[in-house]
């Protein structure tokens, strides 16, 4: 049901002209200098049937022609690009937003409602840029951060797949504009879309697939070790120690906050398992602080050696040098003699300083974990207290082995590392 332009006209004041399409970062494409075509009136929108300026252009080389598919009263009723109707902010289809947002729309879907209604809805948009739904959009969503697409998805632009040469009937070669390319799986849904069901937000195979992947996703589970009562906080950009402190002393009392400014994160410890439990199921993937959304992880273990170093470094006190005193060391993965320990001219392995790796401890240290290097923790400054609560306690220990010295050799790097 073409609506011609010459036969119908009484509604014309309600078709829409337009100098800008409103298109996703994706649809547009990587090239800065895109050239479009524009047809005033050049199809009906797919949701509202009313004809609207119809944009053309090819969003990079080797990309398919790409142009608006529904009318900008649509696509900002529902905040979506004008071509794949996903949410301009997320890049989501709808029905993962709305769910997300909890959102019901009241979008008439029969023809004569639908259509007074968007011409309503027009007039209020062009009174208020913002609606409910901007305002809406705005606050911070833990499932739409967790699935939005953070960079565009060029892929998505590419030519579809040529039915003929999937038939092994294409004669075209090179020359073929489709894709030469085995089709992906045939039941995959993401071939068979509607575009009204996406616009909609109903039956959409993909936001079918999104949500169940947000399902899938997982948590963050306390660390076994009891002792661990800091967390790490990633991605601070230019957040100071302070921002740390004030957001973060609401879930219970806060020991200390190091920030580590080089590697953009910050260790908050707190003075109870219970807090930092709370912390990080209250911050893990929906803290957003200054506009940026923090990594939260668990503060590593120091290892289950851990609680037992102090004792023993007490132990071999009197007894300086002797080999024997050494503690016994769980992970002495060389099976060397506890009096080799020492191996001052290895630098300690990336794992060991690199504060990301506080998460899930990702594999056995590759060095034993040394009794000197919990020693001399709290010399480094208390601004880098990383460690677990058994050592951070730990006084300025005697120092036993040239290599225990914190200004030597291997331990050296390390200190200046973790002071950075
Ligand atoms: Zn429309
Ligand atoms: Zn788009
Ligand atoms: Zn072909």
């Given at each position: 049901?073409?609506?011609?332009?010459?036969?119908?006209?009484?509604?014309?004041?309600?078709?829409?002209?337009?100098?800008?399409?409103?298109?996703?970062?994706?649809?547009?494409?990587?090239?800065p200098?895109?050239?479009?075509?524009?047809?005033?009136?050049?199809?009906?929108?797919?949701?509202?049937?009313?004809?609207?300026?119809?944009?053309?252009?090819?969003?990079?080389?080797?990309?398919?022609?790409?142009?608006?598919?529904?009318?900008?009263?649509?696509?900002k009723?529902?905040?979506?690009?004008?071509?794949?109707?996903?949410?301009?902010?997320?890049?989501?289809?709808?029905?993962?937003?709305?769910?997300?947002?909890?959102?019901?729309?009241?979008?008439?879907?029969?023809?004569?409602?639908?259509?007074?209604?968007?011409?309503?809805?027009?007039?209020e948009?062009?009174?208020?840029?913002?609606?409910?739904?901007?305002?809406?959009?705005?606050?911070?969503?833990?499932?739409?951060?967790?699935?939005?697409?953070?960079?565009?998805?060029?892929?998505?632009?590419?030519?579809?797949?040529?039915?003929?040469?999937?038939?092994?009937e294409?004669?075209?070669?090179?020359?073929?504009?489709?894709?030469?390319?085995?089709?992906?799986?045939?039941e995959?849904?993401?071939a068979?879309q509607?575009i009204?069901?996406?616009?909609?937000?109903?039956?959409?195979?993909?936001?079918?697939?999104?949500?169940?992947?947000?399902?899938?996703?997982?948590?963050?589970?306390?660390?076994?070790?009891?002792?661990?009562?800091?967390?790490y906080?990633?991605?601070?950009?230019?957040?100071?120690?302070?921002?740390?402190?004030?957001?973060?002393?609401?879930y219970?009392?806060?020991?200390?906050?190091s920030?580590?400014?080089?590697?953009q994160?910050?260790?908050?410890?707190?003075?109870?398992?219970?807090?930092?439990?709370?912390?990080?199921?209250?911050?893990f993937?929906?803290?957003?602080?200054?506009?940026?959304?923090?990594?939260?992880?668990?503060?590593?273990?120091?290892?289950?050696?851990?609680?037992?170093?102090?004792?023993?470094?007490?132990?071999?006190?009197?007894?300086?040098?002797?080999?024997?005193?050494?503690?016994?060391?769980?992970?002495?993965?060389?099976?060397?003699?506890?009096?080799?320990?020492p191996?001052?001219?290895?630098?300690?392995?990336?794992?060991?300083?690199?504060?990301?790796?506080?998460?899930?401890?990702?594999m056995?240290?590759?060095?034993?974990?040394?009794?000197?290097?919990?020693?001399?923790?709290?010399?480094?400054?208390?601004?880098?207290?990383v460690?677990?609560?058994?050592?951070?306690?730990?006084?300025?220990?005697?120092?036993?082995?040239?290599?225990?010295?914190?200004a030597?050799?291997?331990?050296?790097?390390?200190?200046?590392?973790?002071?950075?």
């Open positions: 049901m073409a609506t011609s332009k010459t036969t119908n006209t009484y509604n014309r004041q309600n078709w829409e002209d337009a100098d800008f399409p409103i298109l996703c970062q994706t649809c547009l494409g990587d090239n200098y895109i050239r479009m075509t524009k047809e005033k009136y050049g199809k009906e929108c797919k949701i509202c049937s009313r004809p609207f300026t119809v944009f053309r252009w090819c969003p990079g080389a080797r990309m398919r022609f790409k142009k608006t598919e529904v009318c900008q009263t649509c696509s009723l529902k905040n979506v690009c004008q071509t794949c109707l996903l949410d301009l902010e997320y890049g989501l289809p709808i029905q993962v937003r709305d769910a997300a947002l909890k959102l019901k729309d009241d979008l008439p879907k029969s023809d004569v409602n639908k259509e007074y209604y968007i011409q309503n809805m027009e007039r948009l062009q009174r208020s840029d913002s609606g409910v739904l901007t305002n809406k959009l705005n606050e911070p969503n833990d499932l739409l951060m967790r699935l939005a697409r953070t960079a565009p998805y060029y892929k998505r632009n590419r030519p579809h797949v040529c039915s003929f040469w999937v038939k092994g294409c004669r075209r070669g090179e020359e073929c504009p489709y894709r030469h390319e085995k089709p992906t799986d045939p995959d849904p993401l068979d509607n009204k069901d996406r616009y909609y937000g109903i039956n959409d195979p993909v936001a079918d697939k999104l949500l169940k992947r947000a399902a899938a996703m997982p948590a963050l589970p306390p660390p076994e070790d009891k002792t661990i009562t800091t967390l906080i990633g991605n601070l950009g230019n957040l100071t120690e302070q921002d740390i402190r004030d957001h973060f002393y609401q219970g009392e806060i020991r200390s906050v920030l580590v400014a080089k590697q994160c910050a260790f908050v410890q707190y003075t109870t398992r219970a807090a930092a439990e709370t912390a990080a199921e209250k911050t993937n929906k803290l957003i602080l200054g506009g940026r959304r923090l990594t939260i992880k668990w503060g590593r273990s120091q290892g289950r050696a851990g609680p037992s170093i102090n004792p023993s470094l007490d132990a071999y006190e009197p007894v300086p040098g002797l080999p024997g005193t050494l503690p016994e060391l769980s992970n002495n993965f060389f099976n060397l003699e506890p009096g080799h320990i191996l001052p001219n290895m630098p300690p392995p990336p794992s060991l300083i690199v504060p990301p790796m506080f998460g899930p401890p990702p056995p240290p590759f060095f034993f974990n040394p009794p000197q290097i919990s020693a001399y923790v709290p010399t480094a400054a208390s601004s880098s207290t460690t677990g609560e058994g050592t951070v306690g730990a006084p300025k220990t005697t120092v036993h082995y040239p290599s225990q010295d914190p030597r050799l291997g331990a050296t790097q390390l200190h200046a590392d973790r002071q950075e």
